[in-house]
């Protein structure tokens, strides 16, 4: 053993020494809001379950996020957990003004009129919207649709002036600040707004470990956001929101350009007809793994439990097919920012996913994820490939990586395999960031003495954890030489003693 593995023994440890808890492999992200951001709250949620905290950036100010990203950072350093912080962008999000009387009754057939130049109560004859080029985008006989959806008219005319005269097909309340989505228009705003460059800002100062942008629509904004992040030196890892026709067109790029994406169905199921929605899930989900990528499915999974305290029947389903579909985290939003029952939300998602994955179903992806051999990286992955392999064909008890970067533990989670999986790593910050991975349990370790003295510690710490015994099968990845951080290039299978 060598000289410091004690000091990594018990970092992280359970209270109850030797007492290993249920772990689900698909994770779970709640959003923080006024339901749940005391340090309390919060450690609750991660008790129940949850792996990922997402900041979402619409709402709230900066002195309140870092209050809470605080907390979050306390219940990491005194409690057994590496829990991961994700910041979410708002992006160009377009908005209606506000409306006279708070609301405005608009039926089929009715002429509206919408403008940008300045900021009025609306009224049938004038209705802001937050979008200054809105009249120079929209073509005549395209969808403008408002509040996800529920209200749709078209476009006629656009006037001299800048206004845009539309046709409402389906009608309903026009309520103000209502989301407006152009599922037809090619729309010229820059993927990041002046605000959420100065979230972005913070977000890196504060040290997160995601950052998400919203309403991706090409690899290029995915490069613009790296490039940013790159100018600042920061270790975060960047994730593209997909939710707009577009993103869907260049969905590969995009995955290879990011470091995880996240199917944001709200916005998805506006932009996209509702009956096309599961496939680009399921298309989405697909991809990320082949490349590697985490992915998070994301809204309204447990809507329902808002103010009730059981689910609806469809919500369970469709966590359930998520989970089935080898997604790698499961996200809750108003449910836990908002809703009155955050914890026990949690808690049923947990069981749903446990539930889900006690099941014989053949997660392992090794048939169709062998490497590459065009691939730069192939040699590595050849490595990754056969001590997935190994460790199924020899009913492994424990598969075991080491990394700097991530990539090795990225890959050895996409393959999805059956026998659990632990990564070490001395960068603390990839540490949290793989609390998003699928099936990842990671720890921290920084010893680079041997080969042999850095598995046996590995060995030592899985056992004072209670993750493996005498006579356990483990099958370990690493590589040589140690003083180098090579690729992954050795492989090891061991009896324990």
């Given at each position: ?222 490069v613009d956001l790296r490039r940013r992040v790159d100018e600042q030196k920061s270790s975060i890892k960047i994730m593209a929101k997909i939710e707009m026709p ?114 014989e179903y053949p997660y392992n992806r090794e048939d169709d994820l062998v490497p590459q051999p065009h691939s730069p990286s192939f040699l590595s992955d050849a ?6 392999k190994l460790a199924k064909d020899t009913n492994a008890d424990a598969l075991v990586g080491m990394t700097q970067s991530g990539y090795t533990a990225f890959v ?86």
């Amino acid at each position: 053993m060598s000289k410091n593995v004690s000091k990594y023994l018990y970092q992280n440890m359970d209270k109850e020494a030797g007492i290993q808890h249920t772990f689900h492999k698909t994770k779970i992200v709640a959003t923080v809001g006024p339901a749940c951001e005391t340090y309390d709250k919060l450690l609750e949620l991660v008790k129940a379950g949850v792996n990922v905290f997402r900041l979402n950036f619409s709402h709230g100010a900066h002195e309140d996020k870092a209050k809470i990203i605080t907390h979050i950072r306390n219940i990491n350093k005194t409690e057994p957990y590496n829990i991961s912080i994700l910041g979410d962008l708002q992006g160009p999000k377009l908005r209606v003004g506000e409306i006279k009387d708070g609301a405005l009754v608009i039926e089929p057939g009715d002429i509206l009129t919408f403008q940008s130049r300045q900021k009025v109560v609306g009224t049938k004859e004038s209705i802001y919207i937050s979008y200054p080029d809105l009249h120079r985008d929209v073509k005549p006989g395209e969808k403008i649709l408002i509040d996800d959806g529920k209200l749709e008219v078209i476009v006629n005319e656009i006037t001299k002036d800048g206004d845009v005269k539309v046709t409402v097909t389906y009608g309903g309340k026009l309520l103000p600040k209502k989301g407006v989505n152009l599922p037809d228009t090619a729309i010229s705003l820059p993927a990041m707004t002046p605000k959420d460059i100065e979230d972005l800002d913070f977000i890196i100062a504060q040290k997160l470990d995601w950052v998400a942008l919203s309403f991706v629509r090409g690899a290029e904004d995915m490069v613009d956001l790296r490039r940013r992040v790159d100018e600042q030196k920061s270790s975060i890892k960047i994730m593209a929101k997909i939710e707009m026709p577009s993103a869907m067109t260049d969905l590969r790029n995009i995955i290879n350009k990011s470091d995880g994406v996240m199917v944001a169905r709200g916005d998805l199921g506006v932009e996209l007809p509702v009956e096309k929605v599961p496939m680009a899930q399921r298309d989405i989900i697909r991809k990320c793994i082949h490349r590697a990528k985490p992915v998070i499915v994301a809204t309204q999974m447990m809507e329902s439990m808002m103010d009730r305290v059981k689910p609806n029947r469809s919500e369970i389903t469709d966590v359930a097919n998520a989970v089935l579909e080898g997604t790698d985290a499961v996200m809750l939003s108003g449910e836990t920012a908002m809703g009155q029952h955050p914890v026990l939300v949690v808690e049923t998602m947990r069981k749903i996913i446990l539930e889900v994955e006690r099941t014989e179903y053949p997660y392992n992806r090794e048939d169709d994820l062998v490497p590459q051999p065009h691939s730069p990286s192939f040699l590595s992955d050849a490595i990754i490939y056969n001590a997935c392999k190994l460790a199924k064909d020899t009913n492994a008890d424990a598969l075991v990586g080491m990394t700097q970067s991530g990539y090795t533990a990225f890959v050895l989670s996409s393959y999805r395999p059956k026998s659990p999986l632990y990564i070490f790593s001395k960068q603390q910050s990839l540490i949290n960031q793989l609390s998003l991975s699928w099936g990842v349990r990671a720890f921290h370790y920084a010893e680079e003495e041997s080969v042999d003295d850095i598995l046996h510690d590995q060995h030592v710490i899985l056992k004072e954890r209670g993750f493996v015994k005498e006579g356990d099968v483990v099958v370990n990845t690493g590589s040589l030489p140690i003083e180098e951080h090579l690729p992954t290039n050795i492989l090891k299978i061991t009896k324990l003693k």
